[in-house]
């Protein structure tokens, strides 16, 4: 009943940029933290970049300084821009969404997306 829809994977030139969008929808209280994920070939999924309800944003080493995510509370919608895009960048991309199950409840979900595919490759 919860649905996250992502856009705006693609194909890029190295150093070239993206901008992904994921929309929650459905059927939900409040929305505490949001973020993205991304999982390569082979390898185990990685967390990309969160934001708490606060603003409180993590990333971690690999794409600080390149990675900016934002959140437009009014819309439910999660953003990550994507600058200076590298080949290793290259996976699977998840949205994640953690909230509660209603509004009045303290009882916290984990929602994800279906993934979006980023390549970069010249």
């Known amino acids: 009943q919860v649905q996250l829809v992502e856009s705006g994977g693609g194909l890029v030139q190295p150093g070239g940029s993206l901008r992904l969008s994921c929309a929650a929808s459905?059927?939900?209280?409040?929305?505490?933290?949001m973020g993205w994920y991304r999982q390569a070939p082979g390898k185990q999924r990685d967390l990309v970049a969160s934001?708490?309800?606060?603003?409180?944003?993590d990333y971690p080493d690999s794409v600080k300084g390149r990675f900016t995510i934002s959140r437009d509370n009014a819309k439910n919608t999660v953003y990550l821009q994507m600058n200076s895009l590298k080949p290793e960048d290259t996976a699977v991309y998840y949205c994640?969404?953690?909230?509660?199950?209603?509004?009045?409840?303290?009882?916290?979900?984990?929602?994800w997306g279906q993934g979006t595919q980023v390549t970069v490759s010249s």
């Open positions: 994640h969404v953690r909230a509660t199950v209603v509004v009045t409840s303290r009882l916290l979900r984990n929602y």
């Open positions: 934001i708490t309800s606060g603003g409180t944003t």
């Open positions: 459905g059927s939900f209280g409040s929305i505490n933290t």
